[in-house]
């Protein structure tokens, strides 16, 4: 029993940190606030790995995950992009900007509960990895202006619904004995980030904006070779058709 419960522990410990993440940026205390967004991803990247390594996966722990990440993830992140960049904004715009992030990341995390994915790929951004940037980038608010947070946040919505494809890495696998160094892995990481909150904040903003950037990337290489493939095709056949014609 207790270790059918480990797994839903590390997916509770990401909704408690969101909160935490939540009520950080009402206190103004933005830096944290992003790292508790940031130490979320890491419990919500360890919670499969560990029900797959004890073999106790189950549908309540899937369910447990996806509500968790709609805080973690989703609330947290634009209610920290809110507080630093747009709520000196129209209150329209601001607020409307602000719901349509976690409104998106939970249509996001509904399809991908009721539609087979596409092995090793993940369609759409992950909301994990779109909460982490949108986080990390409130952080730079000093030196970027409201508007280009406003489409920035826009784009990560967008691509969290969108059907581009991003790798997958929840799928490579946790040994059973490794289980046990997970909380050091955790506490450690706690430390660090504690003590250099917004260093390496923006040292995670790098990163998961190369993993948003390159998804991004490969669809739009996918969808000019598919443009340069019909086109070839064109040339064929009209080609065909004056030889034959």
């Known amino acids: ?80 992009m809110y507080m630093t960049s747009l709520q000196d904004l129209n209150s329209a715009l601001g ?38 940037v949108l986080a990390t980038l409130a952080l730079f608010h000093k030196d970027v202006s409201a508007p280009f947070m406003v489409i920035a946040t826009l784009l990560l919505s ?25 909380p050091v892995v955790i506490v450690v990481a706690v430390a660090v980030a504690v003590v250099f909150p917004e260093q390496i904040a923006k040292m995670i903003f790098v990163l998961l904006g190369l993993y948003a950037l390159y998804g991004f990337k490969q669809n739009i290489d996918r969808l000019n070779a598919r443009r340069r493939h019909r086109r070839r095709r064109r040339s064929e056949d009209k080609v065909y058709h004056s030889k034959n014609g």
């Open 95 to 132: 607020w409307t900007v602000t719901a349509i992030f976690p409104v998106f990341g939970a249509l996001r995390l509904a399809r991908f509960n009721v539609r087979p994915g596409i092995p090793g790929y993940f369609v759409g951004l992950p909301i994990p990895a779109a909460g982490g």
């Open 158 to 182: 967008y691509l969290m619904v969108s059907t581009m494809k991003y790798p997958n890495f929840k799928k490579i696998g946790l040994p059973k004995k490794a289980v046990i160094g997970a």
């Open 1 to 80: 029993m207790i270790q059918r419960s480990i797994p839903s522990l590390f997916t509770i410990g990401n909704l408690m940190l969101g909160m935490f993440g939540i009520m950080m940026a009402f206190d103004g205390k933005l830096s944290m606030a992003a790292i508790m967004v940031i130490i979320a991803m890491l419990l919500d990247g360890l919670d499969g790995r560990v029900a797959r390594a004890l073999k106790c996966e189950s549908e309540f722990g899937k369910e447990l995950d996806s509500l968790s990440d709609v805080v973690s993830f989703g609330v947290a992140p634009a209610l920290i």
